[in-house]
Structures are given as C-alpha cells and as structure tokens.
Antibody, heavy 119, light 111 residues
Framework: QVQLVQSGAEVKKPGASVKVSCKTS????????MHWVRQAPGQGLEWMGW????????SYSQKFQGRVTMTRDTSITTAYMDLSSLTSDDTAVYFC????????????WGQGTLVTVSS | QSALTQPASVSGSPGQSITISCTGT?????????VSWYQQHPGKAPKLMIY???NRPSGVSNRFSGSKSGNTASLTISGLQAEDEADYYC???????????FGTGTKVTVL
C-alpha cells in the first residue's frame, strides 16, 4: 500500500533552516509529483510547491521563492523540503502529498511534521 | 494570490444534507475542471474526497458529491453523519503565478 512517512518534529531558532523528509513506499516513486503543503496553527492549508521526482524539476509558490528548495533522492524514494531564513511565521505543520495519477490533486498524504520556530 | 472563498462554518443535523461552496474566479475554479475537496479531522492529514470537480476516489462514501457552476464549486454531503464533522478545504488549479490555491476552509458541525 502507498505510504508517505515524514521525519519528526523540529524546533528551530529564527534565521535557521529546516529540512523535512518524506519517505515513500508502495508505488513507483519517479512516476508521481510530490507536493508540499503547510498549515499554521489554527489556520488553513497553504500550497508551497512540487518536485518532479523523475527529473528533479520544481515549481514553488511565489511566497516561498528564494527560501524553499525541494529535492528528492530516487535511490531511497524520499522527497525533501528545505526552508531557510525561518521566522516565527513559519511555525506550522508541513505535509508532503503525492499528486494523483489523473493529476491536479493529491491522493496520498504524509502524517505531517511540526516545525516550531522559537528563540 | 487570494485563497478561494468558503463559508467559515456549516452545520446540519444527522441525516440532513449540507452544501459547502467554494468561490474563485475564471482563472481558477471557473477556468478548469481541476477542483478537489479535502476532509481534515483535528490533528490529522487531509484526505482526498473529490477530484476533478465531481469524481470520488475509491473508498470514499457516495454520500459525498461535487459540482461546479461558473466560478463556484460545491461539495454536498448527504445523509450527514457524526463522523463527517471535520474541516473541509477546496483546491483548484490556476493559471496565475502559483498553479494551485486552497480555499479558506469550512468547519462542518453535526448538531
């Protein structure tokens, strides 16, 4: 069965960077785009970007351009999201989510990773 | 780029039907049949309920249905059950600078 398992919670200081991983199994990793979505406490969902695991191509939300890097390691079927220059506004749960075969929606989601930014 | 507009809350009694709206523009909801809906229980990851406006993934109850008219998409839950109490988010593909946008979210309460 398809599984997306994310790395554990992180606590970071302002100005630092965080790297969240998303280990996948149960499907052909290279065949499905991986999206990253975040949710601040008590707030809604916010799309951050996607990575094409086959080519490494990426597309980022303008809001995060220059601060986010999405990568993948096909040898271990894992996707990564790196966010730099953290501020308290980046405190949120970060989800990875696989784009469905028929495109433009996400059919499987990771469990989420809480990133807390605090001095 | 603004989020799609959803009502903050919708409520209904068990067995009733409710409808959640998701209003965008001709650049997103109105321009593409790529509207999806997600259910999220507290502390959990979102779950895909509807994709491509009206398609249900395998395993999702047929009590959930989706539609679209102009720039507004809708999710209808019929035969409301206690387990349907959750937050619901719409999402659309867009031709703006960011290719995807979520709705503001709707809290569904089962009375």
């Amino acid at each position: 069965q398809v599984q997306l398992v994310q790395s554990g919670a992180e606590v970071k200081k302002p100005g630092a960077s965080v790297k969240v991983s998303c280990k996948t199994s149960g499907y052909t990793f290279a065949d499905y785009y991986m999206h990253w979505v975040r949710q601040a406490p008590g707030q809604g969902l916010e799309w951050m970007g996607w990575v094409n695991p086959n080519s490494g191509d990426t597309s980022y939300s303008q809001k995060f351009q220059g601060r986010v890097t999405m990568t993948r390691d096909t040898s271990i079927t894992t996707a990564y999201m790196d966010l730099s220059s953290l501020t308290s506004d980046d405190t949120a749960v970060y989800f990875c989510a696989r784009e469905g075969a028929t495109l433009r929606h996400c059919d499987y989601w990771g469990q989420g990773t809480l990133v807390t930014v605090s001095s | 780029q603004s989020a799609l507009t959803q009502p903050a809350s919708v409520s209904g009694s068990p067995g009733q039907s409710i409808t959640i709206s998701c209003t965008g523009t001709s650049s997103d909801v109105g321009g593409y049949n790529y509207v999806s809906w997600y259910q999220q229980h507290p502390g959990k990851a979102p779950k895909l309920m509807i994709y491509d406006v009206s398609n249900r993934p395998s395993g999702v109850s047929n009590r959930f249905s989706g539609s679209k008219s102009g720039n507004t998409a809708s999710l209808t839950i019929s035969g409301l059950q206690a387990e349907d109490e959750a937050d619901y988010y719409c999402n659309s593909f867009t031709d703006k600078s960011n290719p995807y946008v979520f709705g503001t979210g709707t809290k569904v309460t089962v009375l």
